[in-house]
């Protein structure tokens, strides 16, 4: 199948804003609760009417201190309350918001300011104030400064307490559907970033379409309040459609600033979220942990039974629902029932135990993967899309999920392959071009539809399968073509990697780089007994390159002998985005890689 077309289900409003759904529902429901904020420790509550209030005394502040209609500021920050509050205060009198990632390097940040020319920035405490200070001579457009941890909204409250609130309504109701939200910055892989420009409507269609189709799953039982912990960056296009379309679907919202497990867990376990949506690597820690735990208290034979059990049932099941199949069997909906007691109901309580669905993208997730977390009773919806698509563009449907798959458009979306099998896109949620490039605009926009620059094919339910990016295929010197992004994620399967990498362009053959995950290598030495190692120490033991010989080895099977990694090393280290080695977003930078590592790359070419 070449192209297929979902059929919208919402359209965007012919006037108005983001921010209009703020007030309209604190109109309707008042007292509903609209929010979850961290205090002291604690959750506390937040109305549909507190919320309101709240963003309407940070609109009048924003007035008095020089924010005009039209304006772009820039908020640099982790995901947080306050980010939300600035998001909707900004929208309400007008402004563009140009959201940076926290841990973007000063050049970077200089970048991004310039370019939008950004007339005030909200940053989260003090360090992001001296990154900008140490550019701002070269930031003539810059005029003011909010710190959040120096109380800037407390600062902005006092400041607008003389201004009526008809004056912010005014530059409310001047918002259009096509007037300009957001301009977020792709996360560069290759080059400079650019300023992806974003409308009120992109985001209204986006997230209108997606609350209409899959809305049954936000809740985890008939009825219940449907409530979601954003620990995503709100500075990725992902978490800020989690953002909006959780305040349009009154979906109960809460903020989570770390994404590692010893701050994520205990607030994941106190919130109770009924769904969540995450990357992929998080269901991957999720699952890792829960093994390493079955394996320190002796019960992994039992957990990998389980874990297959879990994969078959919901194999089964996923046939059944396709009508290819009767289903599981008797026995293995009895092995089924007895692991939910005894595996199950554990993975679910680490993710709060309310959670019944989730969503992921930014990468590929493996097909077994989800297998396993859909038969644990957790059914995660895979997605994809881009910043030019304002976040997903397609996602498996709940009554059809196909794992392995991004499922098929999500409504009012049409993806149709080209004849080099690039995935084009065309919709409502596609971008209105790059801000001052209208070079790379054109060479991404055609007539409405956007060029992706990954590579996918459409089975013949619509289902959508990527297989790679056109940037990223690899020639070897024979001339043999290589997407190396399948080899990659199936080395990453395994426990102990952290990040792969593969390389070969002008080469004779196929290798790779990879490093580890210190959590699971530390619990794989205790387990066997073995002494802690330096890192250098580490990637000569010869046990531990068996069981990433058993990775490649496991990815090999995938593609013919060609195209099959020949030779790996392993590295001491792991890519950083401190290192320019990765986006803010985590994929890998290929060229910079290549050329921090020239020499591992090399050796693994000698003869």
């Given at each position: 199948?070449?192209?297929?077309t979902?059929?919208p289900?919402?359209?965007?409003?012919p006037v108005?804003?983001?921010a209009?759904?703020?007030?309209?529902h604190?109109?309707?429901?008042?007292?509903r609760?609209?929010l979850?904020?961290?205090v002291d420790?604690?959750?506390r509550?937040?109305?549909?009417?507190?919320f309101?209030?709240?963003?309407?005394?940070l609109?009048?502040?924003?007035?008095a201190q020089?924010?005009?209609?039209?304006?772009?500021?820039?908020i640099?920050?982790r995901?947080?309350y306050e980010?939300?509050?600035f998001?909707?205060?900004?929208w309400?009198v007008g402004?563009?918001?140009?959201?940076?990632?926290?841990?973007?390097?000063?050049?970077?940040?200089?970048?991004?300011l310039?370019?939008a020319?950004?007339?005030?920035?909200v940053?989260?405490?003090e360090?992001?104030?001296?990154?900008i200070g140490s550019?701002?001579d070269?930031?003539?457009a810059?005029?003011?400064?909010?710190?959040?941890?120096s109380?800037?909204?407390?600062?902005?409250?006092?400041?607008g307490e003389?201004?009526?609130d008809?004056?912010v309504?005014?530059?409310?109701?001047?918002?259009m559907?096509?007037?300009?939200a957001?301009?977020?910055?792709t996360s560069?892989t290759?080059?400079?970033p650019?300023?992806?420009?974003?409308?009120h409507?992109?985001?209204?269609?986006?997230?209108?379409?997606?609350?209409?189709?899959?809305?049954?799953?936000?809740?985890?039982?008939?009825?219940?309040?449907?409530s979601?912990?954003?620990?995503?960056?709100l500075?990725h296009?992902f978490?800020?459609?989690v953002?909006?379309a959780?305040?349009?679907?009154?979906?109960?919202?809460?903020h989570?600033?770390n994404?590692?497990?010893a701050a994520?867990?205990?607030?994941?376990a106190?919130?109770?979220p009924?769904?969540?949506?995450?990357?992929p690597?998080?269901?991957?820690?999720v699952f890792n942990?829960a093994?390493?735990?079955?394996?320190?208290d002796?019960?992994i034979?039992p957990?990998d039974?389980a874990?297959e059990?879990?994969?078959?049932?919901w194999?089964?099941?996923e046939?059944k629902a396709?009508?290819?199949g009767?289903?599981p069997?008797?026995a293995l909906r009895?092995?089924?029932?007895?692991?939910?007691?005894?595996?199950?109901?554990?993975v679910?309580?680490?993710?709060?135990?309310?959670v019944?669905?989730a969503?992921?993208?930014g990468?590929?997730?493996?097909?077994?993967?989800?297998l396993?977390?859909a038969?644990?009773?957790v059914?995660?919806?895979?997605?994809?899309?881009?910043?030019?698509?304002?976040?997903a563009a397609?996602?498996n449907?709940?009554?059809?999920?196909r794992?392995?798959?991004?499922?098929r458009p999500i409504?009012g979306?049409t993806v149709?392959?080209?004849?080099?099998?690039?995935?084009?896109?065309?919709?409502g949620?596609?971008?209105?071009?790059?801000?001052g490039n209208?070079k790379?605009?054109?060479?991404?926009?055609?007539?409405?539809?956007?060029?992706?620059g990954d590579?996918?094919?459409l089975?013949e339910?619509?289902?959508?399968t990527i297989?790679?990016?056109k940037?990223?295929?690899l020639?070897?010197s024979?001339?043999?073509s290589?997407s190396?992004s399948q080899l990659e994620?199936?080395?990453?399967d395994h426990?102990l990697?952290?990040?792969?990498?593969v390389v070969?362009?002008?080469?004779?053959?196929?290798?790779?780089l990879v490093?580890?995950?210190a959590?699971?290598?530390d619990?794989?030495?205790?387990?066997r007994?073995?002494?802690k190692?330096s890192?250098?120490?580490?990637?000569?033991?010869?046990?531990?390159?068996?069981?990433i010989r058993?990775?490649?080895?496991?990815?090999n099977?995938?593609?013919?002998?060609?195209?099959?990694i020949?030779?790996f090393?392993i590295?001491?280290?792991?890519?950083s985005?401190?290192?320019?080695?990765l986006?803010?977003s985590l994929?890998?930078?290929?060229?910079?890689i290549?050329?921090a590592?020239?020499?591992?790359?090399?050796?693994?070419?000698?003869?």
């Open positions: 199948m070449r192209e297929f979902s059929p289900v919402a359209s965007a409003p108005g804003g983001l209009d759904v703020v007030f309209d604190a109109l309707e429901d008042p007292l609760i609209a979850g904020r961290k420790g604690q959750w509550d937040v109305t549909s009417a507190e309101r209030d709240e963003i309407l005394a609109a009048k502040g924003l007035l020089g924010v005009r209609f039209g304006d772009r500021v820039a640099m920050s995901t947080r980010w939300t509050l998001d909707f205060a900004l309400s402004a563009q918001v140009v959201p940076i990632y926290p841990t973007s390097s000063a050049e970077q940040v200089f970048w991004m310039y370019d020319e950004v007339s005030a920035c940053v989260e405490h360090d992001h104030s001296m990154t550019v701002i070269r930031l003539p810059l005029r003011r400064l909010w710190q959040l941890d109380d800037a909204v407390g600062e902005l409250r006092a400041a003389h201004i009526d008809e004056v309504h005014r530059h409310r109701r001047a918002v559907p096509d007037s300009v957001t301009v977020i910055y560069g290759t080059g400079r650019k300023g992806c420009v974003l409308s409507a992109n985001f209204m269609y986006e997230a209108d379409n997606v609350i209409t189709r899959w809305e049954p799953v936000f809740h985890s039982k008939r009825g219940d309040e449907a979601t912990l954003l620990f995503l960056p500075a296009v978490g800020r459609m953002e909006v959780a305040v349009r679907g009154r979906v109960k919202l809460g989570q600033p994404l590692n497990a994520l867990l205990p607030d994941l106190a919130f109770r009924s769904f969540i949506l995450a990357v690597y998080i269901f991957e820690k942990a093994r390493r735990k079955a394996e320190n002796g019960k034979g957990f039974k874990v059990v879990a994969v078959k049932y194999d089964a099941m046939h396709f009508g290819t009767p289903g069997s008797a009895v092995q089924h029932q007895l692991f939910d007691k005894l595996v199950y109901s554990k679910r309580a680490a993710m709060g135990g309310r019944r669905h969503m992921s993208g990468s590929g997730m493996d097909r077994r993967l989800g396993f977390f038969g644990a009773g059914l995660i919806f895979e997605g994809y899309g881009l910043t030019e698509s304002t976040a397609t996602a449907p709940p009554e059809q999920t794992f392995g798959t991004v499922g409504p979306t149709h392959i080209a004849d080099d099998s690039e995935v084009w896109l065309h919709g949620h596609v971008f209105q071009g790059y801000l209208p790379a605009t054109n060479e991404t926009l055609h007539d409405g539809w956007l060029a992706t590579l996918g094919h089975d339910d619509g289902y959508l297989t790679g990016r940037k990223e295929i020639v070897t024979g001339g043999k290589v190396p994620e199936r080395v990453r426990p990697v952290a990040q792969c990498i070969g362009n002008d080469r004779p053959y196929i290798a790779a490093t580890l995950d959590d699971s290598v619990h794989w030495l205790n387990m007994a073995k002494p190692l890192p250098t120490d580490l990637v000569r033991d010869p046990d531990l390159e068996t069981e058993r990775a490649v080895v496991a990815a099977t995938l593609v013919s002998q060609a195209e099959s020949r030779t090393r590295l001491a280290h792991q890519f985005e401190e290192q320019g080695l986006t803010p994929k890998l930078k290929r060229k910079a290549e050329q590592y020239e020499a591992e790359v090399a050796a693994l070419y000698r003869a």
